[in-house]
């Protein structure tokens, strides 16, 4: 009888072990959100069929962070070029930042206004620029995650790996509208991310690390990546739609915890 408890505490000791082990190796991992929208051009107030426009997005990124937070996680909202729609170009600019953007990239027609009226910069937006230009918006950033850096940019131009200053974990690619990459020159280490339209997605499959992220063709529905890293790699990603408040879709509504 003895033998066998000496035996059924050590196989309960073995088990324990081998599940403590298995969870710092889960605890190490980290989770990155990627909430995304291409093309809003000025729909900000979505009030029929009961939505909420913006404030149900920034509602959803804040539920993200939420929930990352016990995960050791982080989350980026971000939005591809004509945000606005050119009657809205004198006023809203402020919207951008309220609504919790971290980058929305600007279409040639926004950055010809800008640089018409600079004293716009000192609201401070989360803003890129889709070209160069004669304001000193920049045409990248990379964000600093915990540990892992992630470039956000619209044309991919990889340096070698001596003229880095800051390693690239990830590259988030929004390519202006009829500007082609050339996918020859891509690092094949560092993974990167294309945002596309859907016809456009299947030339960018067939490269190594390259993938890529359909745009929402609808304001009913926001794009979301859920990145899991683990030692500074990536080794899954998610992609997914979530739907917004609206009366076609059976699920629970999500009510914006402010107003815009």
């Known amino acids: 009888m003895s033998k066998i408890l000496i035996r059924l505490n050590f196989v309960l000791l073995f088990s324990s072990l081998i599940s403590l082990f298995s969870e710092s190796i889960i605890q190490k991992d980290k989770k990155i959100t990627i909430l995304y929208v291409c093309g809003i051009e000025g729909r900000f107030d979505f009030d029929r069929d009961g939505r909420k426009g913006l404030a149900t997005i920034t509602e ?29 170009f004198t006023d809203s600019w402020n919207i951008i930042k309220n609504a919790g953007f971290d980058v929305v990239f600007l279409g040639e027609e926004e950055i010809s206004y800008l640089e018409k009226n600079p004293s716009l910069l000192k609201l401070n937006l989360p803003i890129l620029s889709l070209r ?40 988030l690619v929004f390519p202006e509208f009829g500007k082609e990459q050339d996918l020859q020159d891509i690092h094949p280490d560092i993974p990167v991310i294309f945002f596309l339209n859907a016809e ?6 067939f490269h190594k690390n390259v993938y890529s ?23 899954r990603q998610i992609q997914e739609f979530i739907p917004l408040n609206t009366k076609d879709h059976n699920q629970k509504w999500i009510y914006p915890y402010q107003k815009l």
Do not use: W
């Not at 050791?72 to 009657?87: A, I, M």
């Not at 456009?200 to 499959?205: E, G, H, L, V």
């Not at 990546?225 to 500074?232: A, E, G, I, S």
């Open 60 to 88: 959803l990124k804040r539920l993200e962070i939420e929930k990352n937070f016990y995960e050791r996680g982080s989350v980026l909202l971000l939005s591809s070029g004509n945000f606005f729609q050119k009657e809205m």
């Open 200 to 205: 456009k997605t299947t030339a960018y499959s």
């Open 132 to 171: 160069e230009n004669l304001v000193s918006v920049d045409t990248e950033k990379i964000f600093q995650l915990d540990g892992i850096n992630i470039k956000v940019t619209n044309f991919l131009v990889n340096k070698l790996p001596y003229e880095v200053k800051i390693p690239i974990h990830l590259n």
């Open 213 to 235: 992220a359909e745009c929402p063709n609808t304001m009913e529905k926001i794009g979301k990546l859920t990145l899991t890293y683990r030692n500074q790699k990536l080794i």
